[in-house]
């Protein structure tokens, strides 16, 4: 029997999803919250238990979502956050303050990117705060957690009073899922089996646009579409946030308008599509995109955030007169700005009917593709092979995940077949969101094989959640790029607080018991060894690749040339 359960029976405090359900008795704190956490899809939770969260963790145990246990809190919040980018609204449920407080960097990366996560977080129970004791895990006052909390999430909630638990939790889940950005729920241990106090049933949020606000938006886009001479729309990662992909593909299709993606983006729509241009991201992108965009009379965003990584640190050269630029947060044609309208309202109605039904196919750029490399088999790997090789075995069933550095930057040229298929914390740009990651994408669709693209630094980290990896059957490829040490800070100041220890990566699997380890030094020992970590679907498999410190893409070269600039 586990601590949860003991605790949970000593206590005569068990109480199940389906007595919580049952209409002789009210529902309790805990029980709604898992509830309505199920009624809007969600199968799995991440997280570490402790003492003040094991009371929820027992009604967990019985309930039909399952808690996935992980290494570090942070690993759990980043887990969570790529499980919502697959799934649709990730969970993370740990301790007060030890356990919330180091999640607080997953879950910042989580709202800058616009990942729907609720963190759920244990507390002390009301009555033992009485005159103001020192309990463990307390910072300052028994606030200060929540009141962090408050600064990146979207919403947040703390469930300390039954007559108002149950809107709150309705609220907050309401917001994650209206704002795809993180919420925060505190519920104190001796709250989680109290009763509701009156009855209560979740509320129907109904939103709509201004109708005359929409009417006049979508008169004004459709006309500017329909007069322009190279219309190029630039998709963005609201795209896929808010399920728009279809919607788009078929504005793209029926009105012969080419498209492209920002980095953040990136596999918002399938990369083999003939209409796609590639990724758009200013002067660190292929020069016949960032022209071809640049030089549109119509450039129709769509969900694109334009961040300084997006804009290719701010070298993008776009004229707001000839941009239409819809995101969640504001719709803006031209100099025109228009308020009460949904973004998916104005996506749906634009693409309802054909703006060019005479529109011949547009001539576009063709989108270049990584070549194969020119080495031979005894040659050292280099960047370009690497990336080379990797975009020929990528297939419909694969999904990248690329960490920070040169795993981000030399990535953004790999086909992605399908949509939805690479993840990155492209604008956050927090080191070690890779492997945690994988775990995240494997829990929500364990179809989904990860190629997990991570720097040395970026591995010693979070590579621990291999451990998690192991534990749950899954089997990511996951491959070190090993440049002994922070490659991108070496193009920005050169310094010996840029050199880390070189482990042998590839002996990892022995630590854990399982999984299958690599040393690549050439480019036939990469073929030999992603050859036998395709065949080998049973556990994760880790290609330690060798690489010159000052071996990087051409995309990071321009990168930190613009950076440096600004030391």
């Not at 790029?481 to 840029?498: A, H, S």
Request: proline share 5%; with cysteine; glycine share 6%.
């Amino acid at each position: 029997m586990t601590t949860a359960k003991k605790i949970a029976a000593r206590n005569s405090k068990k109480t199940t999803l389906s007595k919580t359900n049952n209409t002789s008795s009210p529902p309790t704190i805990g029980g709604y919250l898992i509830q309505r956490l199920q009624d809007y899809g969600l199968k799995d939770m991440f997280g570490i238990p402790g003492d003040f969260v094991l009371g929820f963790y027992g009604l967990l145990e019985e309930s039909p979502i399952r808690m996935i246990g992980c290494t570090r809190e942070d690993c759990a919040g980043y887990a969570a956050d790529a499980y919502a980018r697959i799934h649709g609204l990730g969970a993370v449920c740990v301790t007060y303050c030890v356990g919330g407080l180091s999640t607080c960097n997953s879950i910042a990366g989580a709202f800058a990117e616009k990942s729907p996560v609720v963190v759920i977080s244990g507390a002390p129970g009301v009555q033992e705060r009485r005159n103001d004791p020192l309990l463990h895990h307390r910072v300052r006052d028994f606030g200060t957690q929540r009141e962090v909390f408050e600064k990146i999430t979207i919403a947040s909630a703390d469930l300390h009073d039954p007559l108002t638990a149950f809107r709150e939790i309705d609220r907050c889940l309401d917001a994650a899922v209206r704002y795809k950005r993180p919420v925060y729920l505190e519920l104190p241990r001796d709250r989680v089996h109290s009763p509701a106090i009156a009855p209560h049933a979740p509320p129907t949020f109904d939103r709509t646009s201004h109708p005359d606000a929409l009417k006049a938006a979508i008169g004004e886009a459709r006309e500017r579409i329909a007069k322009a001479k190279q219309p190029v729309i630039l998709a963005g990662i609201e795209v896929h946030r808010f399920g728009l992909r279809e919607q788009i593909l078929e504005l793209a299709e029926q009105n012969q308008i080419p498209m492209c993606a920002t980095l953040l983006g990136k596999s918002v729509i399938s990369e083999r599509h003939p209409l796609y241009l590639g990724v758009y991201e200013g002067a660190m992108g292929r020069r016949e995109v960032t022209e071809y965009v640049e030089n549109s009379d119509c450039l129709i965003m769509l969900g694109a955030f334009m961040t300084d990584i997006n804009l290719g640190i701010y070298t993008a050269k776009l004229d707001a007169q000839n941009c239409i630029s819809a995101t969640t947060e504001q719709l803006r044609i031209g100099h025109h700005h228009f308020h009460d309208v949904l973004f998916e309202d104005f996506v749906n109605t634009l693409q309802e009917a054909p703006i060019r039904p005479d529109a011949e196919a547009i001539e576009i750029p063709k989108r270049q593709v990584l070549k194969k490399s020119k080495s031979t088999d005894a040659d050292a790997v280099t960047i370009q092979s690497l990336f080379g090789h990797i975009d020929q075995i990528l297939d419909d069933n694969m999904v990248v995940i690329a960490d920070v550095g040169d795993s981000l930057f030399a990535s953004s040229d790999l086909t992605i077949h399908k949509h939805t298929e690479y993840l990155s914390p492209a604008y956050y740009t927090s080191m070690g969101f890779a492997v945690p990651a994988a775990l995240g994408v494997q829990t929500a669709d364990k179809n989904l094989r990860p190629i997990v693209l991570v720097g040395d630094g970026a591995f010693q980290m979070t590579c621990m959640e291999l451990s998690s990896i192991v534990r749950n059957h899954f089997n990511p490829i996951v491959v070190v790029l090993n440049n002994k040490g922070y490659t991108t800070e070496r193009f920005l100041q050169e310094g010996p607080f840029n050199d880390i220890l070189n482990w042998n990566y590839h002996r990892i699997p022995d630590l854990f018991g399982a999984g299958w380890g690599f040393e690549v030094r050439t480019l036939g020992e990469l073929k030999q060894s992603m050859a036998a970590a395709l065949a080998h679907k049973d556990a994760f498999s880790l290609l330690n690749v060798h690489l010159e410190p000052n071996d990087i893409s051409p995309a990071l070269e321009r990168l930190a040339e613009k950076m440096s600039q600004t030391l």
